[in-house]
């Protein structure tokens, strides 16, 4: 589920840098994943069978069926519908449908697959329904304007105000891996899969004819690069592209700067074939989660160019600073950069797929959250997704040509203990607050004034929409002050008045630091302080200004004695793959933080992880994985919140438009966008 941006199994983060800092105060995952291009869902209703004709009287536009496994996907541009079954004459349609309301307040929840931890440390806030053709359909449109069966207009420029600058643009480095980046290269680099905004992992057809797993032992799968995919220079994208991220990703060399080598360091060969557009790799060891790998691949013959001639020098630092990539796998590529201000991003002249409507999308970085209101109203700004605050978003719900959504996604709110502190390496003191804590208060009145849909969390690894989700923590729902005082008397407090006292460790006062300026994570700094309180625990709230907090937590030395802290509040920020949960957990060196800074270990979490990442039956591994939840319940080195919400707002004249709560981002499907007038 997080991310600084994530990690896996096999990650190595002992790198603190890979806990770089996004704009709203949350962690997210080294690679950032997953996307498909349509942006509406057909829903056939009326009958359990549909046959493909009926299918493209709702698609009014061209029409592929492609199979995956027990499950054949219809698309359509711009509008998609995933059905079940595999015979191609008679589809048997998936008769769920998430809720959607046609209002400026749309609520998208995410469906499917699980989340999988990575840490990208944020800073502050500062950090429907309509008949279509025929009988059997119903069209829903989730966060769209001005959709019609007409082409898209042609031209316009968008402007969107970003919350976090880069200071780096390979985000396969733990020093660039940043979810603002990420969502920005998704449009950019090129993938093998992506993550559509219900959270299904699909395979790039723009970049890919095929992508199949061909032989269990040893595993080997087989990708097929679509004939005309090439670079914006024009040379083709091969298997060369593919063995250098390999090359780069394995972990193999020291001096690569490498944000994850999750399943790259488990291969044992790559290989390339029919002039480079069919890609062999064999695994040395079973990677389950395979599907993660090959994303933002880079160009083997143009990122060595960077580092006069040495790739590992033009991969570690031939993108960093103002050195924004000049190439592109994507629709659009990167243009014009302007350090501190914006940087802008236009149609790629080589791209083979379909061409964007827009002219161009201008990145603003110099527009802070608190004036984006004023910037909407006034035209400076056509777009933004920031962290959402009460006050801003009800400025910005106030525009009358501005509309916005709210989603539910990758992200969510937690508290850590630093275990190295005398208080809360007792397990009786983190069940306590855990029992003091009144979650379902801490929801309502932060997360739950903007959505009726938020709701305590209760696993670390799954997320309470996705179908793998149980709900482990009942037992601490609600506040149980004689619960708490109880566990605290066992451990030898003395609560006869506040705060509690040891006789060792003196008065139980502890800090709690967040990202300052956040008003959302201030607020429930506060609700804590305030329930904590009734059970004899001090609370001081210690705050640093935005995301310098999380050098408090991931101290650059790496060490767990340099860090300056007692209970931290955050966001992990996930993708679809639960095994990255393992580096927030757990560290080979005990004296290091990596991901894990809790300092928390447990042999038994690191069994499941590792069983939990070759076991190729999905059911399998996310009992494994809610396993690990349940450990962790039980050992309490966290306690998450709830899910954060995201918010957008745009321009009532730009079509098209809708979140993908992963980490792609808003710019997910910008190639589709258009501008009226």
């Excluded at 767990?560 to 993708?575: E, H, K, M, P, R």
Aim: proline share 6%; hydrophobic share 35%.
């Amino acid at each position: 589920m997080p991310t600084t941006s994530g990690g896996s199994s096999s990650t190595d983060w002992s790198n603190p840098a890979a806990e770089a800092a996004s704009a709203d105060g949350s962690v997210s995952p080294p690679a950032f994943r997953h996307q498909t291009g349509c942006f509406a869902r057909v829903a056939v209703r009326r009958s359990a069978q549909a046959s493909l004709g009926d299918l493209s009287h709702a698609c009014y536009r061209r029409l592929s069926v492609v199979d995956r496994s027990d499950k054949c996907v219809v698309r359509c541009a711009p509008r998609y519908v995933s059905v079940t079954g595999t015979d191609r004459s008679s589809l048997q349609t998936n008769q769920e449908e998430p809720p959607v309301m046609k209002s400026r307040w749309l609520r998208v929840l995410a469906l499917l697959l699980g989340l999988s931890m990575i840490a990208a440390a944020c800073g502050d806030d500062d950090d429907t329904a309509s008949e279509g053709e025929g009988e059997e359909t119903e069209e829903t449109t989730e966060g769209t304007e001005g959709e019609g069966e007409g082409e898209a207009a042609a031209g316009g420029t968008v402007v969107f105000a970003n919350e976090q600058e880069p200071d780096g643009w390979n985000i396969n480095t733990a020093s660039s891996n940043l979810l603002a980046l990420g969502q920005l290269t998704e449009i950019v680099f090129p993938a093998a899969f992506r993550t559509t905004p219900d959270f299904e992992v699909v395979m790039d057809e723009n970049l890919l004819v095929s992508a199949e797993q061909t032989s269990e032992e040893p595993q080997t799968i087989e990708y097929v690069i679509q004939e005309d995919a090439v670079w914006s220079d024009g040379t083709p994208i091969t298997a060369d592209d593919f063995i250098f991220m390999y090359e780069m990703m394995n972990g193999s060399n020291g001096e690569i700067d490498v944000a994850s080598t999750a399943g790259y360091d488990r291969v044992e060969s790559v290989e390339g074939s029919e002039d480079g557009k069919t890609v062999t790799v064999t695994f040395a060891e079973p990677f389950s989660e395979w599907q993660s790998m090959f994303t933002n691949i880079l160009p083997a013959h143009i990122i060595p160019e960077l580092g006069d001639g040495d790739a590992v020098t033009g991969w570690n630092d031939g993108l960093d600073g103002a050195n924004a990539p000049e190439f592109s796998g994507g629709p659009f590529m990167f243009e014009d950069y302007r350090p501190e201000q914006s940087v802008t991003m236009v149609p790629n002249p080589e791209w083979w797929g379909e061409a964007p409507n827009l002219d161009e999308i201008v990145i603003r970085f110099d527009v802070d959250n608190a004036g984006l209101p004023a910037a909407l109203e006034n035209g400076e700004i056509d777009m933004a997704y920031p962290q959402p605050q009460l006050d801003l978003v009800d400025q910005i719900d106030g525009l009358s040509d501005v509309d916005s959504q709210v989603s539910f996604g990758l992200s969510f709110e937690h508290i850590d203990f630093n275990l190295q502190n005398s208080h809360l390496a007792k397990p009786e003191v983190r069940m306590a607050i855990a029992h003091a804590l009144d979650e379902e208060d801490v929801v309502a009145r932060t997360v739950g004034q903007f959505s009726e849909e938020a709701s305590v969390l209760q696993n670390r690894i799954w997320l309470s929409n996705q179908p793998q989700y149980e709900a482990h923590g009942d037992e601490y729902i609600g506040a149980n002050v004689e619960e708490a005082q109880g566990l605290l008397e066992e451990a030898g407090y003395d609560c006869s008045s506040s705060p509690c006292t040891h006789p060792e460790d003196g008065e139980l006062t502890l800090r709690i630091t967040t990202t300052g300026g956040n008003q959302l994570r201030e607020n429930t700094q506060l609700v804590i302080q305030n329930q904590l309180a009734e059970v004899g625990i001090g609370i001081t709230i210690d705050n640093v200004e935005g995301g310098a907090a999380f050098e408090r937590f991931f101290p650059e030395s790496n060490a767990i004695a340099d860090q300056d802290y007692d209970i931290a509040l955050f966001a992990w920020v996930g993708t679809p793959f639960p095994s990255s949960n393992k580096a927030l957990y757990t560290n080979e060196d005990p004296t290091l933080v990596g991901s894990n800074n809790t300092g928390y270990q447990n042999p038994a979490i690191v069994d499941i992880f590792d069983e939990a990442l070759v076991e190729t039956d999905p059911d399998a591994a996310a009992d494994l994985y809610n396993q690990a939840d349940t450990i962790l319940w039980e050992d309490m080195p966290t306690v998450p919140l709830y899910q954060k919400p995201t918010f957008l707002a745009y321009r009532n004249t730009i079509q098209n438009v809708e979140d993908n709560a992963s980490t792609a981002g808003p710019l997910w499907n910008a190639y589709e966008w258009s501008v009226e007038g």
